[in-house]
């Protein structure tokens, strides 16, 4: 029987400010970051080619060089203005609140994507009602629901533990249907 020889993948040079540097442009084409997430890919990308290098004695080496020249990328990418902690903040907290989330779990996603606790307070909304409202609706809890009757105690159970206090999630789910679309439409405008 004729076997198939595995061809195999030629090895990749090490990576290099240069690489490293076009590996950031080319990621933040794509995705919004903050210095941090940037710094967390970067090392992915180097460690992907410290695991495929077919010497491993050199690539720890190099792959440790290569580690010392992030801080320097992510540095210039946040001076040609491409990684903005603050942008990335505002633009992650005002696309979570549209999508329902409370103010406790926008802060926890923030901290998670490498943002100070601090800033991302100051990206906060004021208001969580609307974002109660549009979680209601999605779950079709309190003036969204399609019965008369629901289950008070299952649908604030849902709402803490998305995050929203008790005061925020009673209004949300007392609120009449009309209002609450009214309310939707504003806080998305």
Avoid: C, H
Avoid at 136 to 143: D, E, F, I
Avoid at 147 to 175: I, S, W, Y
């Amino acid at each position: 029987m004729f076997q198939r020889s595995q061809r195999e993948k030629p090895e990749r040079p090490p990576p290099d400010e240069a690489s490293l540097r076009e590996a950031a442009a080319n990621y933040l084409a794509r995705y919004a970051s903050s210095e941090n997430g940037l710094r967390q890919v970067l090392s992915r990308r180097i460690d992907k080619w410290a695991r495929e290098a077919a010497d491993q004695d050199s690539a720890a080496e190099r792959a440790a060089a290569a580690k010392a020249v992030v801080p320097k990328v992510v540095a210039r990418m946040v001076e040609l203005g491409l990684v903005n902690d603050a942008a990335f903040a505002e633009s992650r907290a005002a696309g979570l609140a549209r999508s329902g989330r409370s103010r406790r779990a926008i802060s926890a996603g923030l901290v998670a994507k490498g943002i100070d606790p601090e800033q991302a307070r100051a990206f906060l909304p004021d208001d969580e009602l609307a974002s109660a409202l549009i979680l209601a609706r999605k779950r079709r809890l309190g003036p969204f629901r399609r019965t008369e009757e629901g289950d008070r105690n299952k649908e604030m159970g849902v709402m803490a533990r998305a995050g929203f206090p008790r005061e925020v999630a009673a209004r949300a789910l007392d609120m009449a249907p009309e209002a609450a679309e009214d309310a939707i439409r504003e806080a998305r405008t």
